[in-house]
């Protein structure tokens, strides 16, 4: 089946963002330049944005326009696009079916970041980061162990009682931030030795891990996380279009 015009525009702002066409934080151009650059309606238009928008390319910020995210990825694999309803954290979405969560802080350390995760966080290599470890149960039995990087400059005044319990009611209930979106990658991994023992798994027993890249609503990335999963995790996703 063709596709419709609104989609051969999309794919081709896609095309010019992955190639570095336009840089993350750039402006695209108005919706007046472009339905002048692809002769198409400004309806065409807008839907050529939704698309890129409900990908996790774009930030659209209403009477200024539309901005370019930092989607950088560490691998050329595509990622999953949430958007904000699914980004309520682990302490909400479990709390909401019932189940009780606590959580093991094993690590909360103020440091210069590696750096692919500056890279991925769209911040210099000598500035500042929380690293944070976590193992979290619910109802008493290892739900995961997450290992997370946020900036100090973004997200100010991190205590580890705050990781104790939800980072994301922190950054939302406290610092009054909106947080927006993620990219997500996930693969099956072995645990490590520390992993083994803080989740009761064997050296062979496979892990789901979860990687992921999170926005604020105007686009700026505020953590980079992975997840590890016993077995029995389910991931959902619903996906845009």
Known sequence: MAKMKYELVADDLIRAIRGGQYKPSEQLPSIEALCSMYEVSKMTIKKSLDVLQAGGYITRRRGSGSFVKNVQSPTNEAVAFETRGQMSGLTAERRATGDKITTEVQLFNIEMPPAEVAHMLAIEPDEFVYHIVRVRFSNDRPHAVEYTYMPIELIPNLRRKNAEGSIYSYVEGDLRLRIASAHRIVR??????????????????????VEQVAFLDDGTPFEYSFSRHPNGYEFRTISTK
């Open 188 to 209: 099956a991994v072995l645990p490590t030795k520390d992993e083994q023992k803080w989740m009761g798994v064997g050296p062979h027993d496979p892990l789901l891990e």
